[in-house]
């Protein structure tokens, strides 16, 4: 929940021509608004426009910047101090034009096993034959667009829209650990055993999150990951 300041103000800007990098919201606008006593949540149209404003923020930090939290339409500005006016102009200033090579850290292979019991369905509802549905995931280069769900659980983005499937109609109470999966847009990993809902196509040994690793999550925001079929 968003709890601003009091006496607080919240700030937008219409999406310039100079800005052709940013998304349009419905009322085309970018939203900054109060988050707590030391953050700031700047609201976007989508994932295109999140990453680059994270990729803009981590080439330019604001004074006192502690970390960035993307999701699926924000990213929380985290400080060591209280926002105040400047940073908001700071913010608006910012070009949201994604450099090509704006990437986070070193690209990370994972090697899957594509025997996920889930594999024969998403064939199906992609009108694929199986190989043909492993053959097009190992094809993609996947962007770790955000976090969430659980520690070391990574929203990866760039599955292309012919491979987009629901999620299970009746979610599993347990999907193990090391699961790759897809729902929508997204593919993702399961860092440890949960319940979940995502179509299951294969398995990785990778270990997602190690607290005694630092970092502890393997992937990172606007890490490149690859798939690569072993087994």
């Known amino acids: ?10 700030s937008t800007r219409r999406a310039g021509a100079d800005h052709g990098g940013v998304e349009r919201d419905s009322a085309g606008e970018l939203r900054v608004l ?3 006593d030391r953050a700031l949540l700047v609201e976007v149209a989508g994932l295109p426009a999140v990453a680059a404003l994270r990729s803009a923020l981590a080439r330019s930090p604001l004074p006192g910047q502690r970390d960035l939290v993307p999701a699926a339409r924000t990213v929380l500005v985290v400080l060591d101090r209280a926002p105040s006016d400047l940073d908001v102009v700071s913010l608006r200033r910012l070009s949201l034009e994604t450099p090509e090579t704006a990437r986070a850290g070193d690209p990370v292979d994972l090697p899957v096993v594509f025997d996920g019991a ?3 369905d998403v064939a199906e509802l992609t009108g694929r034959s199986v190989p043909a549905v492993v053959s097009a995931l190992t094809a993609v ?3 770790v667009a955000f976090g969430g769900f659980a520690p070391g659980f990574s929203y990866l983005s760039g599955l292309p829209e012919d491979l987009h499937v629901p999620r299970r109609a009746t979610p599993r109470t347990r999907v193990p650990a090391g699961s790759v999966a897809l729902a929508g847009p997204f593919a993702g990993v399961y860092p440890q055993a949960s319940p979940g809902g995502w179509q299951l196509v294969g398995r990785t040994e990778a270990v997602l999150f190690d607290v005694d690793r630092d970092p502890p999550a393997l992937l990172a925001p606007g890490t490149s ?3 690569r079929e072993v087994g």
């Open 1 to 10: 929940m968003i709890r601003p300041l009091a006496g607080a103000r919240w």
């Open 34 to 36: 109060p988050y707590g």
């Open 225 to 227: 990951v690859r798939l």
């Open 118 to 120: 889930d594999l024969a």
């Open 141 to 143: 280069e996947f962007t």
